[in-house]
């Protein structure tokens, strides 16, 4: 039995002469999370759009649920919940009856609605704030509100892009606690995210998005092993031409020294005991440390590694804001 609950082969999409997917594969079993990184512009958003049959592929196929996103599309959307970048609730409406509009839209009677309605208010902590207006809560209590919209009808797959975007730390942990206990209930989820952070707290594994083509993949672990062990990092008093011949016993490679001559960085292989034994190295040469630090590679070094600029880069290549085609329209209304 196929236990791939999302499936996506060679996905290509266009905007014009833009190209937004270039050719992905994906692959999540049920009741995983796969955390989907890049870039803006990368194409996470657009691949999101095609697997939750809101925009048609120019080529390659795509399974949720074990039903093809353009073929049987009344049939994935009826199996799954998405939370996306911005809320689409009601801003007029309450808590509880956004939920209770999207309950019945979703097929659910009254009752039914109403029961599910509260059973997710105390799930995500809204009880308190069930009959406030939307235009009241804060940002934190809008996303809530906003998973809590998406798993209405009990979706075994949850698309979440970007969920946590504009959240404040708090509020994101908060929201991190939500999606783990989804997961434990056997929701699958694909989560796309530009926080590292976030896909090493949450993901099983991970693929790398950029230019529309998936770069690497693999669970944090494995990707961080892609570019090496720890790294020795020392802040000196002052520059001393020296330092680097007076670590480099102890190191795994070249040392990097900054331009003002203060801060030296190189990788290491055995850490135990490094930090102590290098000082002592350095106090003989007469040289004074401030700081060493032994670092183990982050999922932010690998994406720097990867696709060589920082996370949080603003990017001038964001997808094409275009309107939809006949073609991603006739898709939807299926």
Known sequence: MNDLMIEAHNLGKRFGSTVALDGIDLEVPAGAILGVLGPNGAGKTTAVRILTTLSMPDRGWARVAGHDVVSDAPAVRRNIGVTAQDA???????????????????????????????????????????????????????????LAAGLLTRPPVLFLDEPTTGLDPTSRVRMW??????????????????????????????????????????????????????????????????????IGPFVAGPVRVSHDGRRLRAPVRNAVGLASTVVRALDEAGITVDDVELRQPSLDDVFFALTERPTDEAQDRAEPESEPSDADLEVARR
């Open 88 to 146: 689409t609730l009601d801003e007029v409406l309450t808590g509880r009856e956004n939920l209770l509009m999207i309950g019945r839209l979703g097929g659910l009677r009254r009752v039914q609605a109403r029961a599910r309605a509260l059973e997710l208010l105390n799930q995500f902590d809204l009880v308190d704030a069930a009959d406030r207006v939307l235009k009241e809560y804060s940002g934190g209590m809008r996303r809530r509100l906003d």
């Open 177 to 246: 606690e939500v999606i783990r206990g989804l997961v434990a209930d056997g929701v699958t989820l694909l989560l796309t995210t530009q926080y590292l952070d976030e896909a090493d707290e949450l993901a099983d594994r991970i693929v790398v998005i950029d230019h529309g083509r998936v770069i690497a993949g693999g669970t944090a672990a494995e990707l961080k092993a892609q570019i090496g062990g720890a790294r020795l990092e020392l802040t000196l008093s002052e520059a001393h031409a020296s330092a680097s011949a007076a």
